[in-house]
């Protein structure tokens, strides 16, 4: 019986010559009502000790009937598209359609390349919440409720609160809660830098805005000084340009540090020349650094009578805008595929 049923089949798949007729043979056959699952069907009136050879063979029938109907259509499609080539004007060597592909945004591309450096230098890469307590956000980093510091960030408060020593919870101003943080967990020494999102409450402009990245560092270990915070940052610029660049130190303010300085590079375009990016000054402002206060390193645990140490931080989104000529900040979060695309 099925030896008969393939047979049969086999001569009436040798004569079909399209796709049409091979799906309705295939439906006559193998369908829900074909022939050759009603003979399956047909297993509950076979005695018992013949039922497995009967469905042994109606097994093997399937899927020589399956492969041929498989090998059937593969011939006819080839077929098919064959008869295409010859009959029409088909050029082979016509380019494809480009398929879409993404584009890595510029923020990232950078922030990898400084982590790739910082590595390199023996720096771990450390991250923290991004919404984050007033003690971790202020006064750990020795900036207490009353400090006048706290004036020059405006900050997104939540309306919930951390616990009574804590206080308040608040949307990170600076990634520098992360240094109280890791100290408190891992002691000194440390060689970290801290890269991520923060966020202030501001006008929006194309110099400004609510959300952007910084980078920040740190090390702590005996008898450490500004002249390797010098020699660090300005091994970090020339491998991050890919030229010479030089490092200068000025006198600022940062509640954090001891003494605080402001750190400027040489301006890449005019080489320290003079031009209207630089002011005709020859030099670019950058970051904020110096030596870690006694109080920061007091609420991370660490002794500031053995260990000592300097940190710094600059805008990671103001490292792209200069770095590819970006003339709004705002282009940054705009999910424009126009402006990822170019990158």
Not at 72 to 101: M, R
Request: glycine share 8%; with cysteine; aromatic share 8%.
């Amino acid at each position: 019986m099925l030896d008969k049923l393939i047979k049969k089949t086999l001569g009436e798949l040798a004569k079909i010559n399209s796709l049409e007729e091979l799906q309705d043979l295939e439906v006559k056959i193998l369908g829900r009502k074909g022939a050759l699952t009603n003979h399956l069907r047909g297993i509950k009136d076979v005695p018992g000790e013949e039922k497995k050879a009967y469905g042994e063979n109606a097994n093997k029938a399937k899927k020589t009937l399956e492969e041929a109907f498989d090998q059937k259509k593969s011939e006819l499609k080839e077929a098919a598209l064959n008869s295409q080539l010859t009959t029409e004007n088909f050029d082979l060597s016509e380019p494809g359609i480009k398929p879409e592909i993404g584009h890595i945004h510029p923020l990232s591309k950078v922030q990898w390349e400084v982590e790739n450096i910082f590595s390199q230098m023996g720096f771990s890469i450390m991250d923290g919440p991004e919404v984050e307590s007033e003690y971790y956000n202020f006064e750990g980093l020795n900036i207490p409720k009353h400090h006048p510091a706290r004036d020059m960030q405006d900050t997104f408060f939540l309306d919930k609160e951390a616990d009574k020593k804590h206080g308040r919870l608040v949307l990170r101003t600076h990634t520098s809660p992360v240094q109280i943080r890791t100290m408190e967990k891992y002691g000194a020494p440390l060689r970290i830098i801290i890269p991520g999102r923060v966020f202030r409450y501001e006008a929006t402009d194309a110099s400004h805005d609510t959300t952007f990245d910084q980078v920040e560092g740190m090390l702590i270990d005996k008898d450490i000084s500004l002249s390797h915070l010098k020699g660090i940052l300005q091994e970090f610029l020339t491998r991050l340009f890919q030229k010479e660049v030089k490092v200068r130190l000025r006198p600022g303010y940062f509640p954090f540090v001891e003494p605080g300085l402001e750190v400027d590079f040489s301006c890449l375009l005019c080489g320290g020349e003079g031009c209207r990016v630089c002011k005709n000054t020859g030099w670019l402002e950058f970051m904020g650094a110096g030596m870690i206060h006694k109080n920061v390193l007091k609420a991370g645990g660490v002794d500031p009578k053995k260990y000592q140490g300097w940190a710094f931080g600059f805008g990671l989104t103001r490292l792209v805008m200069m770095r590819y000529g970006i003339d709004d900040i705002r282009l940054l979060k705009s999910a424009d595929p126009r402006f990822l695309t170019q990158f």
